[in-house]
């Protein structure tokens, strides 16, 4: 069975930090792009960074380019996300996704991942 647990989230004030963990069970860890993505209410979900299997490389989006930090322990099958200088738009349900083959893997496209945690809920005030 495939599992993907996120953890870390809560409620913390503009400016400060949360670093938040995607457990991944289920398939080889190794091979797979994992991604984090969120949702605001009202809003869609957005891809928010991701790092490629293989070589680590990373992605972000423009909007948390500088302020998060993604990163994975192979050994853990743990994804990290480090978010710093948090605002209140950074408010949102944060979910981690896997993905076997992405094609665009920048684009940060949640139709490219296959599976999915349940979320963790960040929320930023001013």
């Known amino acids: 069975e495939v599992q993907l647990v996120e953890s870390g989230g809560g409620l913390v004030q503009a400016g400060g930090s949360l670093r938040l963990s995607c457990v991944v069970s289920g398939f080889i860890f190794d091979d797979y792009v994992i991604g984090w993505f969120r949702q605001a209410p009202g809003k869609e979900r957005e891809g928010v960074s991701c790092?490629?299997?293989?070589?680590?490389?990373?992605y972000y989006a423009d909007s948390v380019k500088g302020r998060f930090t993604i990163s994975r322990d192979n050994a853990k099958n743990t994804v990290y996300l480090q978010m710093n200088s948090l605002k209140p738009e950074d408010t949102a349900v944060y979910y981690c996704?896997?993905?076997?083959?992405?094609?665009?893997?920048?684009?940060?496209?949640?139709?490219?991942?296959?599976?999915w945690g349940q979320g963790t809920q960040v929320t930023v005030s001013s």
């Open positions: 996704a896997g993905a076997n083959t992405v094609y665009a893997i920048g684009a940060l496209e949640e139709y490219e991942y296959d599976y």
């Open positions: 790092i490629s299997s293989g070589d680590g490389s990373t």
